[in-house]
């Protein structure tokens, strides 16, 4: 299985500001994605993250508020931009291997807290 | 549009009971599903795949495409098994995006 690292695991953070979450795996993989996970919900796609692409939005998320980045197969980061309360959750990173393409796994996640 | 339930948001069981958690899908191709757990203080991992037809840690489920369900069964729970769990569905065409039941909090009684 691939191992997902991600930094920062947790952050405290001002309305209006903005926070760059890493993802970081230990082998190429296909697909990267950015979930968030907000208190007592289930998990929720933001977007997909394309290797030297824009990034494919879900629903309800875009670019502007959640810029994201992939510079290569093996990296990839979520900003989340202009922080309200409401951005308080925890960012999930997971990919997708090339060896199982239909299982994802998951990054250890970062929580965030904006006041 | 896709979804997946999970109607029970809490389960308490004996140890030593059977469990059964409850997922139902709405999709009109044909479906991948999988179990998903958390346990406290760990990260979201896969417990099972519909596909693979497999037991893990004494857990199965079987995919019923005329009551579109895939339940998740034990028939004895232990303590180890308190968690989260989280029924998805992928959604192939596109992305290969997974999308996620609102999960299960198991509890088991000593």
């Known amino acids: 299985s691939a191992v997902i690292s991600q930094k920062p695991s947790r952050d405290i953070c001002q309305r209006g500001t903005s926070l760059t979450i890493q993802c970081q795996v230990d082998s190429q993989v296909t697909m990267m994605f950015w979930y968030r996970q907000q208190p007592g919900q289930s998990l929720t796609l933001i977007a997909t993250a394309n290797q030297g692409s824009e990034a494919t939005y879900e629903s309800g998320f875009v670019i502007d508020k959640f810029p994201i980045s992939r510079p290569n197969l093996t990296f990839s980061t979520l900003t989340v931009s202009n922080m309200s309360p409401e951005d308080s959750s925890i960012y999930l990173c997971?990919?997708?291997?090339?060896?199982?393409?239909?299982?994802?796994?998951f990054g250890p996640g970062t929580r965030l807290l904006v006041l | 549009a896709q979804r997946v339930t999970q109607p029970e948001k809490l389960l308490s069981v004996f140890k030593g009971a059977p469990v059964e958690l409850k997922c139902n899908y709405s999709y009109s191709g044909s479906p991948e599903l999988f179990w998903y757990v958390q346990y406290s203080r760990q990260r979201l991992q896969l417990l099972l795949r519909h596909i693979s037809r497999e037991s893990i840690k004494g857990f199965t489920a079987d995919l019923n495409k005329g009551e579109t369900s895939f339940h998740l069964k034990k028939p004895f729970a232990q303590e180890e098994d308190s968690a989260m769990y989280y029924c998805?569905?992928?959604?192939?065409?596109?992305?290969?995006?997974?999308?996620f039941g609102k999960g299960n909090q198991v509890v088991v009684i000593p």
């Open positions: 997971s990919v997708q291997a090339l060896a199982r393409p239909q299982t994802q796994y």
């Open positions: 998805a569905l992928n959604i192939p065409y596109g992305n290969n995006r997974l999308a």
